[in-house]
């Protein structure tokens, strides 16, 4: 439906914003872009809608070209993190102003406001002005803007960042549920892992205009293409510890880890047996489950401890290298002790410590 | 005479009136050669195209904004004690502006061409920034206008008005040359060029003393620190790290420079030393 094919976006200084980006959009994805600031999300965003000109490669629309093609011939919706609301008009004429503009009949405007109005429950607030509803309402009614106009694609940029914690993620679900209801193809942008994992179809993770990994949310978590991604999907983050692979072990140290026996032969086949590598760890694979076997039982030192309530999240070192692991609410701990903490490395991966990608 | 019956406000000028009020509209009658000046408010459409049949309306005037905003040259008589004015720069062809003004802050704002790609607009009644903010989205979304908006603050309307606006003015384009944003508020702008105002020695000594050259990250973690007002829970989840985390950082930055960012003046300290390296470094 939608096709990046190669976008490259040069800003007039010369600053390269987003660089070879290159994906295909399935209709009725709800594709979600993820990074950091600066990443050039919205960059990506704005080249889609029309509001940033293309320096490079081709975007198509259901297989043409719309580089050259003005933005309102787009048949795009957008929402941002500002309300785009007129402070004069009540809830009905905000909805109706871009069908107004289209030249759509009083009648159908009439169907299609009342139509989106019932599905977000603004029914009862027709006729009040902006300033009256809450930053909740407000948001829905940016969104009523947007369903009314039955767009080929949503773009949704950043639309929950001015709301407090608790909408935040009403609001995530309420978005979600809408999406299934509609189905239009929608590319959502957040630097909110959270909610990039918890509303994504297909989550794109970009860092420096460049894509890092596209994938499922759980291909995404499970599967990190490198340490980037790894470190900023997941909360908390993944661990990331420095040790060599000695025999059949990763060293860090004093302490040793069995490496299994699939992840050792690739080890092995690529040639990184007494070379430093990277460990990536996510916390909850780190716990005080399994105290028998003594191969995959490391001494760390901890040096905080807080209690979430079902699980006891544990601050720890090994060898000065600090890390994060979920253990059990009951554990007894205190700072300064040591403890023996038990390392899945099932489910960890390796990284080149010189090219931070995933060994595989 | 029986225009002073129906227009209450009228002014007779036997010279070409230099300058104009606000809320006035003048008209040249020829027979008597004289201008007649009178209250907007008192001219309904009806009159006015009586008016205008009559006599010639002077429209090629200065713009009486203008000359505020340009020289201080207070008019007469006005309405307004305080305004606010946005500057808009345009990327694009933005002959729609004039409409998407009048749709979004009805008679609550004055739209000032000065180029073709930069617009003053004055607003006379308070919006809230969430407001304001909301028009530029309404520029996108309706109008397909795409620039940068400065949002200024609210100004008292004095013969300094100009002198303020100035700074402003000079305010919008050294934060547009420092970092691309398409909304910016005086206040925000302000916080983030302090470092550049402070004084060579301070600078000096600054760099010296705290900036064992800091990492991007800790960088990032003093400004979001700073900006959450120290408050490390609220900082913590904007930088996705845990709240230990941070305080691990925190802890590292103040064995290395005896500043703790929990205290307020030592937060801004290291706030400004760390702005400053990140300003010196893109110059
Ligand atoms: N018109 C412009 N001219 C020059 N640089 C620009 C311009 N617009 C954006 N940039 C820069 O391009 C980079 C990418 O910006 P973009 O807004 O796409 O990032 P983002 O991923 O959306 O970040 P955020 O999460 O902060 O919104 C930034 O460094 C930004 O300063
Ligand atoms: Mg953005």
Redesign the pocket.
Known sequence: MLDFDHLV?R???G?V??ENFHLKVEPGEFLV?V????????????MVAGL?SISDGELRIDGKRVNEVEPKDRDIAMVFQNYALYPHMNVYDNMAFGLKLRKFSKEQIDVKVREAAAILGLTDLLDKKPKSLSGGQRQRVALGRAIVRDAKLFLM??PLSNLDAKLRVQMRSEITKLHYRLNTTTIY?T?DQTEAMTMASRIVV?KD?IIQQIGIPREVYDTPENVFVGGFIGSPAMNFLRGNVVGDYFEIANEKVRIPDEKLKILKDQNYVNREIILGIRPEDINDGNKQDSSTLVTTKVQVSELTGAEMIVYATIADQQFVGKIHADADVAMGQELPLNFNLAKAHFFDPATEIRIR | MQLAQLFPSLKIHHIYPTRQNFATSIFYDSTNTCWYEIAKSEITVRDSLYLKHFYTECTEQVDPWLLLLTQGIVPKETPYSSVRILQYHA?KDAHQLRDAVELFFMHDAYLLEVSSDTFWIILFKDYSLEELEGFLAILENDFYLHGQLFIGQILPVTEMLHTSFKSEQKIFQSIQNL????IYTFTESFQSLLPLYLNTPIQQYLKLTLLTDLNEEMITTITTLFIHNGNMSSAAKELHIHRNTLLYRVQRYSEETALDLRRNEDLLLAYLAAQLQKLTKYS
């Open positions: 976006k800003y007039p200084d600053y914003a987003v872009l990074g950091p600031s600066g990443c050039g999300k919205s960059t990506t965003l704005r940033e940029d950043e942008v630097h970009m205009g | 990327k970092q691309y944003q398409t």
